[in-house]
């Protein structure tokens, strides 16, 4: 089974979609800081979760969890014990609190993207899109696009691994189901 289930298309699809124009982020390929509601996910989610990031030479490894419910999506990752970030997203307002070793590239704007390119139904993602912006679905894979450029790639290259590429990092997550919560 995929991390996004397919099935899932036609549910919620008008429950507070919404998306931003792109901006520009310090690297020089455009985001779209998507923000669609909770309940477009059409499902919940309890995953513990190992994130291994490379960004150049740079390579870290945190542990999450994550949950989302048709309220709220909340994210917890940690590094060897200590709380890096948390996240919670209520389809209005992305309150986060972060480390202060956390590098600042680190956005929760950027990761709550991420998080919704890789689980939410493609359906729901394009309604939110801006003109000239795409999601092409193709196999075990999706790519945003602006234009005929590339900005994110995810691939499932196993029902429990993701994995997210930009043009300035990589992200491999590894996902296992979880039964408490983490409010």
Known sequence: MRIHATCICMILLLAGCGGRAPRMHDSASPTLELRLSPASLGRELALQQQLSFRSGQDQHTF????????????????????????????????????AAWLPKSVSGERILEDLQLANWPVPAIRMALPAGWSLVESGDSRQLRNGDKTIVTVRYPAPDRVEIERADFRLSIVSVPIQQSIR
């Open 63 to 98: 542990d999450a969890l994550l949950e989302a419910d048709a309220n709220e999506v909340r994210l917890d990752i940690q590094r060897m014990g200590q709380s890096a970030m948390r996240l919670r997203w209520d389809g209005r307002r992305l309150e986060q609190h972060r």
